[in-house]
């Protein structure tokens, strides 16, 4: 009822404004005149920022605000300095408190390209069944996950508290184990990269598309990059997953486009604005899933394709259903979601993500080689 979209507290920012417009009529000194303007500013502002906080769906509680204010990771997420040597005692230790068996192990770290020199944070949740003794020689499907802009990886288990959402279709039989990886793509809020390797600039389509996904398979017990791996993301990193699974088909066998476009944007936010491109036309139209899927001769090797938008913003759907239309020429059951009503934020991604794993899940798993080891029920 008092959070930030709760009836509650616009009611009160109205009240607010209207007893400082009344103390602003009713007085006559000039000092207490101005006074009673200030004080009006101030629950008209927060009026408009609620406005915006409500249709983006973007904070539920007052602690999400406070962290994104703070750059605080949520408390359910536990910093880890590295995917070096101490993550094996660190993951040893979740064990042994039996909290990563029963929750699986959500966790910050500092994800390290070795190829575009990229050096940024990013967040991992390592499944319950990770740590399950029948599944000890089990290597996991992989899920990445990119976030719009602006934002940052934690948005995800912020506004969409993903792994327990994960972990409660996991556990209900509606979806499979899968390991969640949440790269910084933008490397801050004020950024936004659209996941390209930019002219002369930072090379983020090689930090996504190869050294998260290297570094994650070198260190963890999951599938390496390939049919076993599914690039996702909402917005922007919608644009992300289309346009880097055309590029990049032998790295990753689903992509899932939630409210994404399918044509670059004519600039990045460095935060400067600035042509990723370097005005190569041949290169901006190699990066344009749609012009991409029109060419005869497409690869049929695609990765299966997973699109969602919201019927409620016009242009969204406009253009998934073009991309959608050029997908079904070579994957006829395509799945194409349609929010009813559904805007572009969290509300409608929360409605979609379910659908997304429920989906994409066992098809990762499908990839997966069954390695048929006694007592176990793992072969999908």
Not at 37 to 45: I, K, R, S
Not at 83 to 111: H, I, P, S, W, Y
Not at 145 to 169: Q, T, V
């Amino acid at each position: 009822m008092f959070g930030p979209q709760g009836f509650l507290t616009f009611t009160v920012l109205v009240i607010g404004f209207m007893g400082a417009l009344y103390w602003l009529v009713k007085t006559r000194m000039l000092a207490l005149k101005a006074v009673a303007g200030v004080v009006a500013f101030a629950p008209a502002m927060l009026f408009g920022v609620a406005l915006v906080n409500k249709f983006y769906g973007y904070y539920q509680s007052w602690d999400d605000a406070w962290r994104d204010l703070t750059n605080q990771a949520p408390a359910s997420v536990a910093r880890v300095p590295d995917l070096g040597d101490r993550l094996d005692q660190v993951l040893g230790e979740a064990v042994k408190k039996r909290q990563a068996r029963k929750n699986g192990f959500a966790m910050e770290t500092v994800l390290t390209g070795a190829k575009s020199h990229i050096v940024r944070q990013g967040m991992i949740y390592l499944p319950p069944q990770y740590f399950q003794r029948q599944y000890a020689a089990e290597r996991f499907p992989v899920i990445e996950l990119i976030h719009g802009a602006p934002g940052n990886p934690g948005d995800y288990e912020g506004r969409l508290k993903i792994s327990g959402m994960f972990r409660g279709l996991i556990a209900a039989g509606k979806a499979k184990p899968a390991v969640l990886v949440i790269p910084d793509v933008g490397g801050g809020r004020d950024r936004a990269t659209q996941c390209l390797d930019t002219v002369r600039g930072e090379q983020d389509e090689t930090y996504t598309a190869y050294d998260v996904p290297d570094l994650v398979a070198a260190r963890l017990r999951v599938q390496p990059p390939g049919p076993a791996w599914e690039i996702a993301g909402l917005s922007e990193g919608g644009y992300c997953a289309a346009n880097l699974a055309l590029r990049h088909p032998d790295r990753y066998g689903i992509a899932a486009s939630l409210s994404g476009y399918y044509e670059p944007l004519r600039h990045n936010r460095l935060p400067q604005p600035v042509d990723p491109f370097g005005g190569d036309k041949a290169l901006r139209d190699a990066n344009s899933p749609l012009k991409v899927l029109a060419k005869p001769g497409v690869d049929r090797r695609l990765p299966h394709f997973w699109v969602m938008t919201g019927s409620g913003v016009q242009v969204d759907l406009v253009q998934a259903q073009a991309f959608v239309d050029l997908v079904k020429r070579y994957q006829p059951d395509a799945p194409f979601l349609i929010v009813k009503g559904g805007q572009h934020n969290y509300g409608a991604w929360r409605e979609a993500f379910p659908k997304m794993f429920m989906w994409a899940t066992p098809r990762l798993w499908s990839a997966v080689p069954c390695t048929r080891t006694p007592g176990r029920a793992t072969c999908y």
